[in-house]
């Protein structure tokens, strides 16, 4: 059957480093990707999207590479800030646009 | 816009109660979802709508119905509420397949007894 992965403990950093979140697939191809930010008690909020014939795509501070060897997509943060503490979904592509998420990884950002 | 919204956000049922969540969405969006959200557990689908009148199942579709009558609400009912079904529900919408990201309610908290 289809599983993501995601790191199930939370990822602690200090404030203006690099955050890397990991995104791990397996018996599944998917022909997109997707990032989402949850915060507590919030529904998540789209991120990022990249395609099966991209290798990476940046936002402002976000950058998305997706592996489709590896089947693993990482999520990175640069000069990240207390602000951007949060649980970060990944998401597959599952046809008819239904999406597969992983469990997600919680980010804490100290100043 | 409102974007996506939730009613309730938050009930307690007892064992064998029923009860319809609402979710409406003022995008014009075809695509309607309805997710569970579980402690260490990733988003679940429940059922999934590609338009109105139309309705489909997700992963965990058992002990749950919907109805999407109007294109801009997609109501999830619970006939006999179980334990089981405690969690987080949250509706999202989006345009099309040919837009992929789906823009999600802020939930609603269910606590079954």
């Known amino acids: 059957s289809q599983k993501i992965e995601q790191n199930s403990e939370a990822l602690n950093i200090q404030e203006g480093k690099t955050a890397t979140l990991t995104c791990n697939y397996t018996n599944y191809s998917p022909a997109y990707l997707q990032w989402y930010r949850q915060d507590p008690g919030r529904g998540p909020v789209f991120l990022l999207l990249i395609r099966e014939n991209e290798k990476e795509k940046r936002k402002e501070r976000l950058k998305v590479t997706f592996d489709t060897t590896l089947k693993q997509s990482l999520f990175h943060i640069t000069a990240s800030q207390p602000a951007d503490s949060a649980t970060y979904l990944c998401a597959l592509s599952g046809g008819y646009n239904k999406l597969i998420f992983g469990a997600g990884t919680r980010l804490a950002v100290h100043p | 816009n409102a974007g996506v919204t939730q009613t309730p956000k938050f009930r307690v049922l007892k064992t064998g109660q029923s009860m319809t969540l609402l979710c409406a969405q003022d995008m014009n969006h075809e695509y309607m979802y309805w997710y569970r959200q579980d402690p260490g557990m990733g988003l679940r689908l429940i059922h999934y709508?590609?338009?109105?009148?139309?309705?489909a199942k997700g992963e965990v579709p058992d002990g749950y119905n919907v109805s999407r009558l109007k294109k801009q609400n997609f109501l999830l009912g619970l006939e006999s509420a179980a334990p089981s079904q405690t969690s987080v529900y949250f509706c999202?919408?989006?345009?099309?397949?040919?837009?992929?990201?789906?823009?999600f309610g802020p939930g609603t908290r269910l606590l079954v007894l």
């Open positions: 999202a919408s989006s345009y099309s397949m040919s837009s992929e990201t789906q823009y």
């Open positions: 709508s590609v338009g109105e009148g139309t309705t």
